[in-house]
């Protein structure tokens, strides 16, 4: 196509436009290059009408297009009508479906047109087109598209309409919505300047239920993101929820309101001095005169921008540059744009410093706001005028552009005069740059130089690393992050040294952070953003901001939930079955693979500090398989709300089918919950109750210990955080012990039964011995992991064939490497715990003095028997293993686990276990070891200085120490008036307790006042 001197263009016999129907306004069909021909694109029907200059006859509802792969643009291919019409445009085809299909440009004024089809040719070979989805999409999704891989339907990229039809600059929400409700069309849309946040965004958009929904976008270092997806434009942002994605349910963008009149308001400045970048930075370097658009003020002095005439983004120093007005024409700074020069300086540039091909764009001398594109040939100098019109698009020749760039790539392209074609664009001729050597100058160097990065971003709350996972199959990432404080933004990078430009961002105002299971990922203490539920409550619309109360009563909710056992699998289905664990849909963890159709699995999950809008958990079943895709086959589904608060209950759930089962039995589910909403006031408040418990009587937690016979882990595990935030932990176990021992009439059955001191040591030997549990077993542990020679000595359980020497010498082996790292590790245990080994020794030794194995016997009943045993059965509650051992390691386990509890015991085996009499000669070997063991893990006679402080969330555990106290009331109650001694402390326990809810209801009132 050519255009035609003096702004006239020449009819275009090749250009088809292809119209929506029932739409007004032009959107083209575009078709993907493709290499061969043969190509049919069928079934456009009446969802399209072909206007041409060579009007072809019309075309019936079948009409079918030839498209042929030779044009030479990249990206585009040419396609002819039977009628006789031709043209360019893209299309998406499927990669190897032999499927395809049409996409046009937004539809305008509501209407919904057809998507047109294509299909391909038995002759045709089709490759992926490589070219990307609408926008840089940071995150993985699940929206309402499948996520692309290599065999599936490839998105190509979409133009959304250009800004001047959706951009209104600085608006607020009430003229916002006033436009939208005025265009009354589902689906209109436009994009302001926020009136609260400067510098951010928002999407206003009309629904079907003709209410306005506004969504924040956030605008950082040339990126836009909105629902933790990163964008890299505003119309790329648009595109996507055009075409690709919904923006609510069933919506996507349809219509975009234009702007009164165009708006021009993003802040422009202009380079007063030369810069160079420094080396690995995101600075830029520039020439004096260069124009920027400036995309964000950061701290220091800093702004993120874009240079006009480079279009390349980074940093600069505000120093450098000074303000463009807003008079000045907005294309000023384009390398072809040439404002302060009149006709002739136009015409003596092209012809003394151009070339063939050479052009400029400058203001039209004889019509005020129209410009004129000058351009050179062979001969002479061809001018050609471009105007604005109304509908905010630029016209030259006859034709309709959305911008002067837009024209300039068009005939760069296509022919502009005959022969001939835009080449390089005639820059303004700067003066030669020479840095100036004033004081002045020099100074703003100098302040340049001594400017640090640290404080781009203001009010970090933390920083740090953080391993970042996009979901399945994707590696760990070691990611650099800032905790902004102001606006609740996670921001990450790819490392400290660029801590500029982010490589994304979650904002946490607006989302919730789901704590996620080892067993996700192979990782231990994990957390997770969760992309689905990002995008299930990102996507939000935001409302206006309430005054903020000072919410001093917090509520935290956790769900406890231990998946015990299944029954009634259906057997064709299930072979190795495991569990998905969902909260609000979003999977948080899963079990190991369990062989059988009545799987066991007793393996236990705690969420804590839930958000408010988790409602409900799901748990659906899988089967574990090498070939086949795993797809979940049974589910059940709980509301919270089902839950009594605090109570664990143990229940057979019913599963259900996602699709018929035939002539199966039905299936269940066996399940032990606790749901637990836990009201916390702040942590003076409970001073009197604390004070109660730490009195070294021990008269309340006596009395809780005798009511609390259900509850006795958590109030445990309660106590336990409350002692040693006070670093009084030591003082309370002894303290329980030594009531335990004094209690006790028989040596044999001492510290049997499980009691409140019991629990306490467990629990306490656990959150403080995993070091030493890691350094004496885990390598051990790995070995019987990977070897596949059994220890088997039973002789019912032995192999034909099987030769139990072998299997004897295999176990002794393993046995004594594993008690040999267990004596060398005695120097990990940490001596707070040690020193209350040696209290339990002195105690037992008063009480038993004539039992000389006592003092023994009393440390290796905690060491190995609920310590270091427990550990090697089932190495996973310590996280040694993350997957379950074979059926061989297990039994070399459990067998290990015997050999040395009974060298702990210093008892050889007999009657009972007659297979188990080889290891004899090895338990006599080493009783004195272990004996000289024992000793010597008690040997701290003085109690250790503490070397670092435990911190726990004080507030929460006294809160739940006054829910146990709530929950046992009564019984409390019947207590204080049987024990006389204590009947004084009781009752003071109860005043608190009752004045502690009162003033639990009264934070409650002020909050919801």
Known sequence: MM????????PDPFSVVTRMAGVGGDGTTHLPACRGQGIQISDLGSALSIHTTVLPPKQPPGVTYSVFGKDPRPGTVMFTSKGGGIGVGHVILGSFSGVGRGMSDPPHEGAVGRIPSASLSPEVCLAAPSILPLGIVEEGDALDVQEIGEDEEVVLTLTAPPPNQWYHGKLDRMIAEERLLQARTAGSYLIRESDRRPGSFVLSFLSMTNTVSHFRIIAMCGDYYIGGRRFSSLSDLIGYYSYVSCLLKGEKLMSPVAPPEPVE????????????????????????GDTFIVHNELEDGWLWVTNVRTDEQGLIVQDLVKEVGREEDPHEGKAWFHGKINKQEAYNLLMTVGQVGSFLVRPSDSTPGDYSLYFRTTETIQRFKISPTPSNQFMMGGRYYNSIDDIIEHYRKEQIVEGHNLKDALSVQHQEQVLTDTVEGKEIYNTIRRKTKDAFYKNIVKKGYVLFNKGKGKRWKNLYFILEGNDSQLIYFESEKRATKPKGLIDLSVCSVYEVHDSMFGRFNTEYNSVQFIRAHFLHPSTPSQPCSNKRLRQVSSLFLNVEEAHKLPSKHFTNAYCNIYLNSIQVAKTHPREGQNPVWTEE????????????????????????KENDILFMCCPLCRLQRGKMIDEWFPLSSHVPLKNVASSSLRLRVRYSVEKIMP????????ELVLLKEFHVINALAHVCGQDRTLLASVLLRIFRHENL???????LNDREISAEDEATTLFRATTLASTLMEQYMKATATPFVHHALKDTILKIMESRQSCELNPSKLEKNEDVNVNLAHLLSIVS????????????????????????????????????????????????????????VNPRIFNIIADPPSPVASRTLTLVAKAVQNLA??????????????????????KHKMITFLDELGNVPELPEPTEHFNTDLARDLAALHQLCVTHLDELRILSNERGSQQHILKKLLAVTELLQQTQTQYAVTNSS
Not at 3 to 10: F, K, R
Not at 817 to 845: H, N, S, W
């Open 905 to 926: 015991n210093l008892v050889e085996f007999g009657a009972k276990e007659p297979y188990m009499e080889g290891v004899n000669p090895f338990i006599k070997s080493n």
């Open 3 to 10: 255009a035609t001197q003096g702004g006239g263009e020449e």
């Open 605 to 628: 999950f705690i969420f804590d500090d839930l958000s408010s809008e988790i409602n409900r958990f799901e748990i659906s079943l899988s089967n574990k398989t090498k070939k086949s």
């Open 265 to 288: 308001d993003r802040r422009r400045v202009r380079a007063i001095l030369p810069y160079t970048k420094v080396p690995e930075t995101d600075e830029i370097s520039f020439f004096k």
């Open 817 to 872: 490497e594993l008690v040999e790292k267990i004596f060398m590790a005695a120097e990990i245990l940490p001596p707070t715990l040690r020193f209350i080994y040696g209290c339990l020794q002195k105690a037992v030794q008063q009480k038993w003095p004539r039992n000389t194995t006592m003092r023994t016997r009393v440390v290796s009943g905690f060491v190995f028997l609920r310590l270091i045993c427990p550990a090697i």
């Open 729 to 735: 932990e030591a003082q309370l176990l002894r303290e």
């Open 683 to 690: 942590v003076e408040v409970y001073n009197e109750l604390k």
